[in-house]
Structure formats: C-alpha cells, structure tokens
C-alpha cells in the first residue's frame, strides 16, 4: 500500500502535529498557527507521548468544521484510517466536531481555540503573515474551554456580557462588555497575546478596553444586549449511563447486540477477535474497542459503525467518538470496567494532556518538605511531627483524649483531629473529622459541626477531611510518633461503657509509602487476610504474626509495636507456612485475597479538575482540560479536584453563599456519579482558596502561593506590555 508522503514525519517526534485537508491533500500547518481552524476544513491532529514501556502513544483526532463538505469530511476519514494503518492500527482515534471537541482535544491548545470564516474552498490558507488589510471581529466565549469564534464585523455581534477581540493587522483590540465576567477576561487575553504572538509575528499593537472606553477607531457604540448564557457543564447524573455491544458487519451492514446492560462491566467481556461500542451517549461519549484480532474490515470501518451507531441511537451528531485499539484503553474507558488489570508487559495508556508534565515522583521523606509534587502524589503534607489535639464526640459536644491515649480509636465514635504543619514557608492547619463504621448517626453530625465550629476559631482557613474508617489518608496515619494508628473494631473510648474485648482478636497492619502504619481489629476469619499485608492474630491459645507475600518490612515493624501495645508475644509465620493451630484459631481454611495491590494509580487515574454549580437545580460540572495551572482556578466557582485517593473540594473566595453551603454535598453527589462504581466513602478535603496545602497544590504546574495576592487579570494585561 501506498501512504501518503507526510505519514514519514507522523509521530516520529513526540508533540503535536496538524494537517490541513485541501483540495484532497495533506498539507502540514505552520506550529505557530496551530489551534486556529477553518470552519469549512476538515483536519487531522496527530499527538505522540512515549511510554515508559518504549511504546509511544498516538491519538489521532479528525476533526471536522461546521460548513465542511462532505467531500473533505470523506478524504479526512480515508487519510485517518491511513494514518493509522501506517502506525500500525495503535491510534487511538478521536471523531472531533467544531464547538464540541473532546477534553483531551481542547488540552492541547490551553490559550484556547479559535474558529475562522472560509476555508479551502473559499481560497483561505493558514500561512503566517503580518497582513495590514485583515479585519476580523472574534468572539471570545467560555471559562476552562475558550472559543473565539469569527463573527460579522458589525456592533450587531457584539454584547454587553462578552469579551471581543478586534483583529485590524496593525492593532489588536481587545474589548469587555460592561457585565463581563473578570475570570473569562483574563482567559481572553490569552486569545489575544496568542493572535499577536504567532499570527502577527508580535509586529501589532494590543489595546486592552472596556465597555464605554472604547478605542478610536471603533464606531460608534448602539445599546448591547445581555450575553446569552454558554453553560458547557454536563448532568453528572448522565455519567454512569452506559452500554456495552458487541459490533459486526459481516453482512455488509452494521449489527449491534448488548452484552452488559449494567455498568461496571467485567473486563472479559471484551473479546480479542471482536469489536465493541461502550454506549455512554447520554453524557456525550460513544467508545468503540478494537480486538487485536478482529477481522481487518471490522477493525478499518470503526468510525463509521459509530457514526451509524450515532444515527440509530437518535444522539446528536457532535457526540464524542472515541476509537482505542486493545491494550491501548484510556482511563476514561477503564472506569467503566471492574478491576481493571493489564496484561504482562503492557504499561498505562497516559491521557497525556492530563499529566504529561507532573511526573512521578518517588517518596523521599529527606525532600518531603521542599516537594509540593511529592506531598500531593503520596499524600503527605509532613512527617506528621507537627503538633496536634485530639477530641472524642461525646453527645454534642467534644473531649479531649488523653496524651496515653493518642493514636488510638474506637470504631463506635467520632473524631475530631487538628494538625498544625509547616511546608517550606507555609503554614497552616488541617482537620480531620474520622467517623469510626459503627459511630452513631448523631455523633457523625455532631463532629461535622464541631469541626466547622473549630474551624471558624481558628480563623477559617483550616483545610477540612472528612475521613470513614478504613479511608485513612496518608497523612493522618503519620501523626502518632512512629506508633500505629489503631482502630479498635466497635466499641466507644468513653469511660464505663467500653464493649468487651473479644477473646480471639485479628488485625490488618498496612504501611502508607513513608513507612507509617494503620493497624485495623477485623473479622476473625481466614477470609480477612490478604497477602499484601502483615496480621496479628491474638487467642488464649497462643498469637502469630502472619507475613503475607506482598508484605513490606514497615508493616512487619508496625505489627511488631501493635503486639508491645497490646502486651503480647506472637510467633511468627511467613505466608503458605501456617501450623494447624493457627488456621484452628481462626476457624478453618478459607479463600482470601492473594492479588498485588494497584500500584501506580497516578497513571491508572490522572487528576481531574472540574467546575461545578447547581444554580439551575441539577448537579451540573464541566472538565478542565489539559495540565492543571492555577489560572484553572476560578474564584467565583466551587471545583473538585479528584485525585482518586481522596477528593478535594476547593471552595473559591468569590462563590455564591450557596454554593459554598453545599461545597460537600456537591463532592458526594460527584463520587456517587461515578461510573468507575466507587467507595462511597472515599475521603473528602474541603479547601478554601488562599489556605492550599501542598497535597493539593503539588498537583498544579508552578504553583505560586502569592497569586491571589494582587489581581491576576490586572497582571496579566501588565505583562502583555500594552
């Protein structure tokens, strides 16, 4: 077969790279024009990230303008699937229509994207010029994803609750309606400094204007009407909708047939020698997965089985298509599986855009204190040697726990822990409200109150965790001095109605990555063991310690100081070397869970930012696309940082009263929505704009900590030197 002559240079480096379909031919665009598209072009946008494996990772974007032909829509469909039989059938394929692109697709263009009259047909070429003719009017919309889309250049386009950018070649008018949202302003200077920048070779002159102030050579200014509103956010009740099917074509046109009407779905229904549509159209989203081993004309028509698939299912035409080869499945298909695990050999597809520039990084208690990256990847804010109070919840009020008694809970009460750390300069205080499994539901209530209230004395700048037993973050497990932090099964620390201590005790000891340890009384049986941690098995009879295989010596060391704490001498057992005596203890032989524990879950689950409101009513929420910056953080918005460990509600100093009210409910709601079926009882961090702790900053690109210190919109148009 014969390729195309530009295939030689696809992917050959890794970055991003764009053609343009004309005329039935590929032709490359200039990089310094990219994220500018004609409205009546079609084109393909190849992004290439290497992999840890050796493997490089190819997304493939075809992406089509509202008034492209059907023409160039069919010639960019043939060089697509071209493309990726050149690159060996690896691409995983993205179907891109203007104003509904993909997240992964507006990441890669964070200055925002621009839409341009014309195309091709209309004798319009990206080229880079500095043409002193050009008259353009751009309208500039949208809060994480920024269009800036042309328009007719008449005060008719214009209104009162927008940004504009006034494009005449030797000067570059940047204009703000009088309601314009200062958030949205400062994403449009971005537009502007881009237009400037690239297209005019920095050779033109930009003005900065409001509403009312309006340059010279705009004319004269009618009466604007308000902005019509542009809520990109989806219903996050629509997210776990979704369907598998299995696909085939064998008689020449597409038949479909469910296989799980439920998810998540098991893995295995996936099969090597098929194809696959994972249905998530009600949220926007149509996945199709090739089988390795699928016929050759099954796996070349994938995109027009989901364009068909599209039309039977009456979606709209602008719905995502997503096109992933096996062993080449992103995360956002992962999540709607059941354990998902990779074969041998086979490393993390990365959503590049999501975590291309935080790398991982390797806890080294030594540089704990100068790495934010570090503290947010393992969850360590310190070494846990800051100073700290510890209150039970008694009725509705709360007592302080004995110093002895430091590092040691009841599963039948509540919490409340303060922390003061230190990170580099910063300082600030944390507080962890730990509702024990068996706690009352009046004693969970009271202890959320209690820690508002605290919060509220200390200033209102504490970062807030609610943490359920079994959900312990990192951190928290560090506090109590090198000792284990033990959770006692039920029973209360309130003096004189403490439960019996039952005559056989079992306990999990699992380590976080500084080493520090948890240990967990459990159900007495062999099904609790697992082989990634140690046990401590306690009876009149005699007690062990039981090593599992995946076991570390932190956790060995834990289980020897839980055993001093609890006034014992137990044998040791290292795992398949069990004496009778101790399966009789524990009631008999019974399956428990022998699997390795999920280890790198940055790349299993990258960070996601989202925007979220329910001023309409519905919990609504819109993706932050591409790395996190500050700047992705709005002050008049409440956003949810999910790092899958936990999830961090970040309340901005400028959201409505009701909004910040609601800041928690909106953090369930979003964990309860999630298609990937998960814990309910996930940890939530309550964080409040100018009060960030490095476990949720270290997840940002060049965090500064004096941002908010002067306005960002007046910085940002200081240094574009206007």
Known sequence: MVFHPEFEQAGVRAGLQVWRVENMDLVPVPKCLYGGFYNGDAYLVLHTTPCKTGRRQYNLH???????????RGAAAIFAVQLDDFLCGETIQFHEVQGHESRTFTGYFKTGLKYMKGGVASGFKHVVTNDVEVQRLLHVRGRHVVRATEVPLSWDSFNSGDTFILDLGEEIIQWSGSHSNPFEKLKATRVSKSIRDNECCGR???????????????????????????????????????????????????????????????????????????????????????????????????????????????????????????????????????????????????????????????????????????????????????????????????????????????GGGSYIILYEYQHDSKHGHIIYIWQGAESSQDERGASAILAVQLDEELGGGAVQVRVVQGKEPAHLMSLFGGQPMVVYKGGTSREGVQSEVEDIRLFQVRA???????????????????????????????????????????????????????????????????????????????????????????????????????????????????????????????????????????????????????????????????????????????????????????????????????????????????
């Open 62 to 72: 075809c992406w089509i303008g509202l008034d492209c032909s059907a023409d160039e």
């Open 204 to 410: 033109a002159k930009l003005l900065i204007c409001e509403g009312g102030a309006e340059s010279e050579k705009m004319l004269e200014k009618p009466e604007l009407p308000e902005a019509q509103n542009d809520d990109t956010k989806m219903d996050v009740s629509n997210r776990k909708l979704a369907k598998l099917y299995k696909v085939s074509n064998a008689a020449g046109d597409m038949e479909v047939s469910v296989v799980e009407d439920q998810n998540p779905f098991p893995q295995d229904a996936l099969e090597s020698n098929e194809c696959f549509i994972l249905d998530n159209g009600a949220n926007g989203h149509v996945f199709v997965w090739k089988g390795k081993d699928a016929n050759t004309e099954e796996r070349k028509a994938v995109l027009k089985n989901a364009e068909q698939f599209i039309q039977k299912m009456n979606y709209p035409p602008y719905t995502q298509v997503q096109v992933l080869p096996q062993h080449s499945e992103t995360p956002l298909f992962k999540q709607f599986f059941k354990d998902w695990k990779e074969p041998d050999g086979m490393g993390t597809t990365y959503v590049a855009n999501h975590i291309a520039k935080i790398e991982k990084v390797e806890f080294d208690v030594s540089k704990l204190h100068q790495s934010n990256a570090m503290a947010a990847q393992h969850g360590m804010v310190d070494q846990g040697e800051g100073d700290k109070q510890i209150w039970r919840i008694v009725g509705s009020d709360k007592v302080l726990v004995d110093v002895s008694l430091i590092g040691q809970f009841y």
């Open 512 to 722: 976080n990555p500084a080493g520090d340890t948890r240990a967990v009384e459990v159900e007495c049986s062999a099904s609790s063991l697992n082989s990634n941690d140690v046990f401590l098995l306690m009876s009149s009879s005699g007690s062990w310690t039981w090593k599992g295989r995946g076991s570390s010596s932190a956790e060995a060391n834990g289980s020897e100081k839980l055993a001093g704490l609890l006034e014992v001498t137990p044998s040791l057992l290292d795992e398949r070397e069990e004496d009778d005596a101790f399966w009789e203890v524990l009631g008999g032989r019974k399956e428990y869970c022998t699997s390795p524990r999920l280890k790198n879950k940055m790349e299993a689950h990258p960070p996601r930012l989202f925007a979220c409101s329910n001023k309409t009513g519905n919990f609504l929420m819109e993706e932050v696309p591409g790395e996190l910056t500050q700047d992705d953080l709005a002050s008049d918005d409440v956003m949810i940082l999910d790092t899958w460990d936990q999830v961090f509600v970040w309340i901005g100093n400028e959201a409505h009263e009701e909004e910040k009210t609601e800041a928690a409910a909106s953090a369930v709601r979003y964990i309860e929505s999630d298609p990937a079926g998960r814990d309910s009882e996930t940890p939530i961090v309550r964080v409040k704009q100018g009060f960030e702790p490095p476990t949720f900053s270290g997840w940002f690109l060049c965090w500064d900590s004096e941002y908010w210190s002067s306005d960002p919109l007046q910085r940002a148009i200081e240094d574009l030197n206007v």
